[in-house]
Every structure is written in C-alpha cells, then in structure tokens.
C-alpha cells in the first residue's frame, strides 16, 4: 500500500508567478485536502477535492486553486504569488463516505519559498 | 469557529522523563480528537485518535484522553526517548472535510 506522495518537495518562485503542486493520493483513499502551513504555525485547510469536485473551502482568496483527476490524484494551483504565500504545502487523502472517523493521511509536503 | 490552543509551545525534558502535553479548544461539540506528530520540515504522521464514543487511546507509550465537558485533551508519553524530539499537533476532525489544527508543542528530549 502506498502513501500520499507530493512533489516537487522544494521550489522557488517569485512574486506574481504562478505555481502547481501535484499530489497522488493513497491506495483505495477518494478525497483529497489541502493545508497550508506557514512556519511555526498549525496546518489551515484550504479546500478538499470529493469526485472531482471542491468539496469545502477554508478562508483562502480564489487565486488558490486545485483540481482532482479520475485516479483521485490532485493538483493545487496558485495564481500571483504573494510573500506570504511562501509555506509548507501539505497534502492529506481519506476516504469520505465510509463509516467511522474521517482519518487523513498526509504527504511529506512541498515546500515553496516566494521572493 | 473552533480554535484548537496548545501549551507549552515549547518543551525541553531529559530523557526518560514521562511528559504531557495538553491541548483545549473553543468548541467542545466535538467528534473526534487526533493527536499528530510532525518532524522538521515534514509531514504529519497520526499517532493517535480518540472517537466521540471513547475518552482515551493508548499506543505503545503514548496515551491520549479526551474530556469533551472541559474541552481539553492530554497526550501523556511515558519514558521519553531522543526519539520523540518532533512538534505535537492537536486537531479537531469536526466536519468531513475539514481539520482544526492547533499551533503544536514542539518536543526536545535531551539524551
């Protein structure tokens, strides 16, 4: 069984530019979130992909963006980099719709810097 | 909205000392309750999660409770090792599609 794999793991952007991280869920896992976390902070959800579609979003403006394809693989994508949006990018898959609590396996993350 | 705090923030002990860290959160109709470790730079790793229907969960020399009348929860480890030197998360699974995280205690354990 293979876990939540996220790449690329380092990158380097400056401001304006845009940027897409990519995101293949774990065996047998359908949803896919997103989480940003700035350094010395808590992960924030930023949204969650359920049958290809947006399946909740948390307080992010609309230049973040995502997509999941048929495998249940995903893609986040950010339009304008800002300063602040330099953060470790974490990825999380699960399984909705299942009985029991809604448990997240999270990837090791991308970490992007903005100049 | 719920907000998850987490004290200390911050924690040095030596090794072989057993330790708690403690998390409370604004919203105490909760349903689950997950404890996370996380390595600099890292991922989350989930160590433990306690259910609504349960009040505590062991694992190995980790132990999680859950009092939803305080609204607070305790992650105790016993026999700390080198090892266990990360930064602790709590976080509130409330809804399907969403995870209150607190800032998280980032551990030392000094050999």
């Known amino acids: 069984e293979t876990g939540v794999t996220q790449s690329p793991t380092h990158l380097i952007k400056t401001r304006g530019q845009q940027v897409t991280l990519r995101c293949s869920s774990q065996?047998?896992?359908?949803?896919v979130s997103w989480y940003q976390q700035a350094l010395g902070q808590g992960p924030q959800f930023i949204f969650q992909?359920?049958?290809?579609?947006?399946?909740g979003r948390g307080n992010f403006p609309p230049r973040f963006s995502g997509l999941q394809f048929p495998n249940y693989s995903s893609e986040l994508n950010v339009n304008a980099l800002e300063l602040d949006d330099s953060a470790l990018y974490l990825c999380?898959?699960?399984?909705?719709?299942?009985?029991?609590?809604?448990?997240?396996?999270f990837g090791a993350g991308s970490r992007l810097t903005v100049l | 909205k719920q907000e998850v705090t987490q004290i200390p923030a911050a924690l040095s002990v030596p090794e072989g000392e057993n330790l708690v860290l403690n998390c409370s959160f604004t919203d105490s109709a909760i349903y689950n309750l997950q404890w996370f470790r996380q390595d600099p730079g890292k991922g989350l790793t989930s160590l433990l999660l306690?259910?609504?229907?349960?009040r505590e969960q062991t694992s190995g020399r980790l132990n999680a409770s859950l009092d939803k009348s305080s609204g607070r929860s305790t992650l105790y480890i016993a026999a700390s090792q080198p090892g266990d030197s990360a930064t602790y998360l709590c976080a509130d699974p409330t809804g399907a599609n969403n995870l209150f995280f607190g800032t998280g205690t980032r551990l030392t354990v000094i050999p």
């Open positions: 065996s047998g896992h359908n949803t």
């Open positions: 306690i259910q609504s229907s349960q």
């Open positions: 992909y359920y049958r290809e579609e947006e399946n």
């Open positions: 999380a898959s699960s399984s909705l719709g299942t009985s029991g609590a809604n448990v997240l396996t």
